[in-house]
């Protein structure tokens, strides 16, 4: 029985393995073209490969679909992620199987690290595509650098913009009647109300946002995180945050001894009143959460108060993509001012429009005029300053470092 | 001759995946994926796992929680059929808590947070009037360093499915007359029992208990609701790696995903020496002629270790029942300021075509799964052939092999041949998973038939066919619809698998809840794993009643059953 089935299924194994689709090139779909573009895509389907763990989002990205049926005959699914990860190992596994059309991923929900490495590996629609959608003339790249530099790597065209974001703490003012404003202030809140406060541990893109947040505010010349890391003296730079962080320690949620996972383990664990203080990237998120009575009415945003990080996210289509000219056309629907002030308003997701309002008409201008601010969103004002993302070449030595200090089972 | 060929299908079906997919790992392992500019053959990426920071840690979780999983899960069933077996109290108990296999790992392991945790349901319950807790106390409990929390899922995730597999493995122990034998020779409850009836029952579900080591060893989605953080367990571990937006960290996850099946290659070894001394012990005592009458707080203990644990899944379902209803609902509050109904309707429409999907899947791979099974024991029968270890060892391949070392790989073979996101490649990815289950199911009460009715048609001049389809089939229908409950259940319950091969053109229920669990929200969750858990526990119903419906005026045939 077992000599049969190996020399049964053996060959049949390896003759898969070993077949190949041979490649060839499609016409590459041109923006400079819009109206053969639409004709293009009429008809088309794509499947959106976008992160599904909020209804709200998934709601929204349902309307898009809507819209770019009735508007452009485009059939969109929203394939739904728990992780953007989950995404990138599809195309860089089709890529390793030689499959370079039909691809099944048409457009990717991505930013950041996972757009710096589907770049640096080639996985992308190499020509400047993004650049040249119609709406992309909106698109207010002078007051967001963010949007050129994703996480400071050059964009080039290669994803085109969807939304911004910030970091924005928030807490329960019935909790936290002072909110604070500095690092100190946020230290001392901590060292007086021990177990109360934690963040996500690094990797997580929020964990090692803190970290570069607590950075930029404790050192006296932040120019030297525009640079790469092999320029500075890692250890001198960084080590009045790993102070902070280490007096932080002791007074931690479960004192240190465990951190948080993600935004979303932060916002149960405020919700559960096991801490005080949460963090998120989305300046909407404790409005809507108060909304949805995920969190109670008394939940507040605040800053600190010598700017936050801020970044932006995107949309990219894998160079294997099936249905590129519908991609690129739901790209452009995802900017018109319709999708964004939809976008923007805190009823649907919240989510900061990447639009220069200067720019757009008077009509598309009142969209966003009447979008209400929910009682936990702060203003534009309010949010201060963006600070700019360090070099990327910064992250591996932070999170390295912080995992030597702070993980394997070193505890106080 | 169709029917020799079934055993050489299920065989390419079970080890064709996953040694493509273990030769899809090793490449990059050894640093080999020029898709990722890995050009040359190195160890470095397994000094890079390896090197890790606690990476040592990782591995000891794994290990630990894995062995100590099994071994806490056994005894605990063990001692309950030893102590309880044949009392009103193990039938009430054991038909409790043997549905609660339907219900998601996640599921249970999200449950047994929300129970357990400093803020969760059993401290909210005596808060603050008893504790004077206004706020959740600073306890680690989930998440603890040591693993205890995860320890505590699996064990009551793992207890339901070794009692139905002891369960089935009773009939053909003999042992009510091994009992009655040891009993009146004056040994003991629960040791006449352990010492007469359980040798042959744990030669009958050693396999089954050897896919929980491997499992305990290489779990995930439980490890990330409940295990340790920081670091995780060696699983959680390499899929951080291979999740990582530096795809250079891909190789590490290969190289880690080979060190992972060291690890629960080691625990298997660990398992099976422990087998030896305690066999060795058992005769030491028997050889002195102990006979051990007194076992009435190890009676006690096993009934409170079932109890408790059928207690926190079905607590934990509440719970989530709850949460999917819930309106604000505040520390230290025992029930939501309000219940609602809006979550659910607000999902309504998202629900109805991914269930639908899951179910098209899972009764697809499930027949097919029965289909081929029944194939391959009749064919076994007819023959007179008695699979051997080795044989059914490689049944139990891909439950042995963690999923996280071979996954990958088997996405580059259906990637090559060109079947993503087809339904099919969906169905056959699930059978590699499912055939192993639903042979568990149906192999023993097979070999437990009796076969003098089929001897009898034999003689009537009757065809071995038409034995097997007037006889056999009629009489096994309980026990086939049970197996074919199963197969469904593990079908359901497939995430990455569905996911990855179905390229995300076939959501399912599952695939949509892991999505939404990503975003935290329990209401959400809470409907979700609600009816996840329901379709596989429809079909066990369903497994339950048709019999009792078809037969109902034939009283010998609506038990025929194992799992009663």
């Known amino acids: 029985m077992r000599r049969a089935f190996v020399s049964l299924a053996m060959p049949v194994t390896l003759a898969i393995l070993v077949a190949t689709a041979q490649p060839t090139l499609a016409a590459e779909p041109d923006p400079a073209d819009w109206s053969a573009m639409l004709d293009q895509a009429r008809g088309e389907h794509v499947f959106f490969h976008a992160w599904g763990g909020a209804p709200a989002i998934n709601d929204y990205i349902a309307w898009v679909g809507d819209e770019v049926a009735a508007r452009y005959g485009i059939t969109l699914t929203h394939v739904r992620l728990s992780d953007t990860a989950e995404a990138v190992s599809r195309v860089v596994a089709e890529k390793a199987a030689g499959r370079t059309e039909n691809g099944s991923v048409d457009l990717i929900w991505v930013n950041g690290e996972n757009f710096a490495s589907l770049k640096r590996q080639g996985l992308l629609i190499a020509d400047n595509w993004a650049d040249r959608l119609p709406n992309h003339a909106l698109v207010d790249t002078e ?114 001894r465990v951190y948080a996972t993600d935004t979303t383990h932060l916002k149960t664990l405020l919700a559960d009143a096991e801490i005080d203080i949460a963090m998120t990237f989305n300046p909407a998120e404790a409005s809507s959460s108060i909304r949805m009575a995920e969190l109670p009415p008394t939940v507040r945003s605040f800053v600190l108060d010598y700017g936050s990080l801020g970044n932006a996210h995107f949309v990219t289509i894998p160079f294997n993509a099936s249905a590129r000219a519908a991609a690129m056309v739901v790209a452009d629907f995802l900017l018109s001012p319709l999708a964004q002030a939809r976008k923007a308003d805190e009823m649907i997701w919240g989510d900061p429009t990447v639009l220069a309002l200067d720019r757009l008409t008077p009509a598309d201008r009142a969209l966003f005029d009447t979008l209400e601010r929910g009682p936990a969103t702060l203003s534009t004002v309010e949010l201060g300053p963006t600070l700019r993302e360090p070099d990327p070449s910064w992250i591996e030595p932070l999170e390295a470092e912080w995992a030597r200090r702070f993980l394997a089972g070193t505890s106080p | 001759m169709l029917l020799r060929l079934v055993p050489v299908v299920i065989l390419t079906i079970l080890i064709g995946p996953v040694l493509a997919g273990l030769a899809g790992i090793v490449a990059p392992a050894l640093g080999y994926l020029p898709v990722l500019g890995g050009e040359q053959v190195t160890l470095h990426w397994f000094d890079q796992a390896a090197m890790a920071p606690g990476f040592a840690r990782s591995a000891w979780i794994s290990y630990w929680t894995g062995l100590a999983t099994s071994a806490i899960s056994l005894v605990l069933v063990v001692l309950f059929l030893a102590g309880w077996w044949g009392t009103r109290w193990f039938a009430r108990l054991a038909s409790a808590t043997a549905p609660l296999f339907a219900v998601p790992h996640a599921a249970v392991a999200i449950g047994l947070a929300f129970l357990i945790a400093p803020s969760g349901w059993l401290v909210r319950l005596v808060s603050p009037w008893a504790t004077g807790f206004a706020q959740p106390p600073d306890w680690l409990i989930v998440n603890d360093p040591a693993g205890f929390a995860l320890l505590a899922g ?148 096993s009934l409170g270790g079932i109890g408790a644990s059928a207690l926190l899944v079905i607590g934990g379902v509440v719970v989530l029942a709850l949460w999917s209803v819930a309106g604000l609902w505040q520390f230290p509050d025992a029930l939501p300021d309000m219940l609602t109904f809006k979550h659910w309707m607000r999902h309504a429409g998202m629900i109805g075509h991914p269930t639908l ?108 066919a038409r034995a097997f389809f007037t006889i056999r089939l009629p009489m096994m229908l309980r026990a086939i619809l049970t197996a074919f409950a199963f197969g469904f259940a593990i079908s359901i319950a497939q995430y990455l698998p569905t996911l990855m091969i179905g390229a995300g053109r076939l959501p399912t229920v599952t695939t949509e809840a892991v999505a939404l669990a990503a975003g935290g929200d329990r209401r959400v969750l809470g409907a979700f794993a609600l009816i996840q858990s329901a379709l596989p526990i429809v079909a066990f119903v369903a497994a339950a009643w048709i019999p009792a419906i078809l037969y109902r005026r034939r009283r010998a045939l609506r038990g025929a059953g194992a799992w009663t």
Do not use: C
């Not at chain 1, 102070?243 to 320690?249: G, I, K, N, Q, T």
């Not at chain 2, 006449?192 to 290489?218: E, M």
């Open chain 1, 143 to 256: 007051a967001n650098p963010a949007l050129k530099f994703d996480f400071t790597v050059p964009v080039d065209g290669q994803e085109s913009p969807w939304g911004l974001a910030q970091l924005t703490f928030y807490a329960d003012t019935a909790r936290v009647p002072e909110l604070p404003a500095t690092l100190e202030a946020l230290a001392e809140f901590v060292a007086a109300n021990p177990g109360r406060f934690t963040y996500a541990a690094p990797p997580n893109f929020i964990g090692t946002t803190f970290l570069k947040q607590v950075l930029y505010g404790l050192i006296d010349d932040p120019e030297i995180l525009t640079r790469n890391v092999a320029e500075a003296d890692f250890d001198a730079v960084t080590a009045p945050l790993w102070a902070y962080l280490e007096r932080l320690r002791p007074d931690l949620w479960r004192s240190g």
């Open chain 2, 154 to 301: 699996l064990v009551i995730k793992e207890i339901p499915f070794l009692l139905l597999m002891t369960l089935s493995a009773l009939p053909q122990s003999d042992a009510p007359r091994r009992i009655r034998a040891a009993r009146s020779l004056g040994y003991g409850r629960v040791w006449g029992w352990l010492s007469t009836v359980f040798p042959s029952v744990y030669a009958q579900i050693r396999l089954p208990v050897y896919a929980v080591v491997a499992y305990a060893t290489s779990v995930v989605d439980v490890a990330i609701i409940l295990g340790p953080t920081a670091p995780p367990p060696l699983a959680v571990q390499i899929l951080r790696w291979q999740y990582d937006p530096d795809l250079t960290l891909r190789f590490t996850a290969a190289a880690g995903a080979m060190l992972q099946l060291a690890v629960t290659g080691g625990a298997l070894v660990t398992w099976w020496l422990g087998e030896r001394a305690v066999a060795a012990l058992g005769r030491s005592i028997l050889t002195r002629g102990w006979r051990l009458p007194r076992d009435r707080a190890l009676r006690l203990a």
């Open chain 2, 357 to 464: 999907t899951a179910v098209q899947i899972g009764l697809t791979s499930a027949a097919i799964a029965v289909l081929l099974v029944l194939g391959a024991v009749e064919n076994a029968y007819r023959r007179g052939i008695t699979p051997t270890q080795r044989v059914l060892a490689l049944l139990y391949i891909p439950l042995i092999v963690p999923q996280i070392s071979f996954l990958f790989g088997l996405i580059l073979l259906v990637l090559r041949a060109g079947i993503d996101g087809t339904f099919w490649a969906v169905v056959v990815a699930h059978l590699v998973f499912v055939i192993p289950y639903v042979y568990l199911a149906l192999a023993d009460p097979y070999a437990a038939f009796d076969g003098r009715y089929l001897s009898v048609a034999r003689s009537l001049g009757k065809s071995p």
